[in-house]
């Protein structure tokens, strides 16, 4: 509520772009002879009152680009945008997030399902510094690796191979962030969160294919 009359306040204070009273006849527009009216005749008094209320809706039209843009945006309109994207955001999510994920919403879009996708969304919601995906190869990817290439990656013995496709997810978070138990814990399973959300049903995985690492 506070920050709502800070901003009621401010708006009465914008000057307008276009003044009422520079759109009538001059006699109206003349300071008033009489004395002891320094603010000029009455229809400009009259007209001023009106400008302080127009400046703000001048102010918003002026600036519209900007509430289409997801960084620069009012927190109200966030959730708007992410309807124009066919994104759904929880109010938990601080505003820095939500503005992330709308702007490259699209993008990742395109990117669903495939590992170089799931790595970026993986990053964005741990704030990792880096985070690597091996899996079990060709079985998900949108290009299918050639003959002479490599063996698949082994999957980590720890976690028990599965039948079909599976992958396993490393996380980078860093020293400090590592050094703390809770926080590598925390990540954990926010990766799995993440991935059950948004990675094939198909492909196998599990908390414990989770590594979080510095």
């Known amino acids: 509520m506070t920050a709502l009359l800070r901003e009621r306040v401010l708006a009465g204070d914008l000057p307008s772009p ?9 006699v109206y527009r003349d300071p008033d002879p009489l004395p002891g009216l320094p603010d000029g005749s009455f229809v400009r008094r009259f007209t001023a009152a009106l400008d302080a209320v127009l400046a703000p809706v001048f102010c918003t039209l002026d600036s519209l ?11 109200q309109f966030l959730d708007w945008l992410a309807g124009w994207v066919g994104l759904e955001l929880y ?22 399902g495939t590992r170089a996708g799931l ?7 741990t704030d990792a510094e880096h ?14 690796p050639s003959l002479n290439e490599s063996s698949p ?7 028990g191979a599965p039948n079909g496709p ?14 703390r138990a809770d926080e590598r814990d ?22 414990r294919h989770v590594v979080v690492t510095a």
Do not use: C, N, Q
């Open 18 to 26: 276009a003044p009422l009273a520079h759109g009538i006849p001059a």
């Open 65 to 75: 680009p900007a509430y289409f843009d997801p960084m620069t945006a009012p927190e």
């Open 91 to 112: 109010e938990r999510w601080p505003p820095d997030l939500r503005r992330t994920l709308i702007a490259g919403a699209v993008h990742r879009h395109h990117e669903r």
């Open 119 to 125: 790595e970026e969304i993986v990053a964005i919601f």
């Open 131 to 144: 985070v690597t995906i091996t899996e079990s190869g060709g079985v998900w990817e949108r290009t299918v």
């Open 153 to 159: 990656p082994a999957f980590p013995p720890e976690a």
């Open 166 to 179: 599976w992958m396993a997810v490393t996380v980078g978070i860093g020293k400090e962030r590592a050094a």
């Open 186 to 207: 925390r990540v954990k399973h926010l990766v799995k969160a993440v991935v059950d959300r948004v990675s094939p049903a198909h492909v196998a995985f599990d908390e």
